[in-house]
C-alpha cells in the first residue's frame, strides 16, 4: 500500500523561505514520475483537478517548473531517504496553499503535468506566506 506524507509547512513572512518534505512507503520516489501541486483556500473542496502544478521531476531527476515558481523553487529526492522535497524561497503572499505531493504509479520520462494524471497523493501540508 503506498503511502505518501507530506510535512514542513508553516507561516512565514513575504521573502522567507520553508523546505517541504513527502517521505514515502510503499512507493520508490526514484523509480516514477513525481510532483508538487499547491491547493489554494478560495478552490478547497473544488477537488483533485483544480491543483495548481509547481514542479515535476522524473526518474533521471529532470525537472519542470511553472513559470511563477522558476527560479524560486526547487524540487528534488533523496533515494537514501526515499523522500521528495520542495525547497521554497523568496516566498510571496500568493504562494499561501495546501501544498500536496503526488506520484505517477508507472510513468518515468514523460511526466504529465496535470494532477487528474497522478495516482498517489499525499494528505497536504498548509503554507500561510504574510506580507
Known amino acids: 500500500q503506498v503511502h505518501l506524507v507530506e510535512s514542513g509547512g508553516g507561516s512565514v513572512e513575504a521573502g522567507g523561505s520553508l523546505r517541504l518534505s513527502c517521505a514515502a512507503s510503499?512507493?520508490?520516489?526514484?523509480?516514477?514520475?513525481m510532483g508538487w501541486f499547491r491547493q489554494s483556500q478560495r478552490d478547497e473542496g473544488e477537488g483533485l483537478a483544480i491543483r495548481e502544478g509547481v514542479a515535476i521531476i522524473d526518474r533521471d531527476g529532470r525537472t519542470r517548473y511553472s513559470d511563477s515558481m522558476m527560479g524560486r523553487f526547487t524540487i528534488s529526492k533523496d533515494n537514501a531517504t526515499n523522500t521528495l522535497h520542495l525547497q521554497m524561497d523568496s516566498l510571496k503572499p500568493e504562494d499561501t496553499a495546501v501544498y500536496y505531493c503526488?506520484?505517477?504509479?508507472?510513468?518515468?520520462?514523460?511526466?504529465?503535468?496535470?494532477?487528474?494524471?497522478?495516482?498517489?497523493w499525499g494528505q497536504g501540508t498548509q503554507v500561510t506566506v504574510s506580507s
Open positions: 510503499g512507493y520508490a520516489v526514484n523509480n516514477y514520475c
Open positions: 503526488a506520484g505517477h504509479y508507472f510513468e518515468f520520462r514523460n511526466c504529465p503535468a496535470g494532477p487528474m494524471e497522478y495516482h498517489y
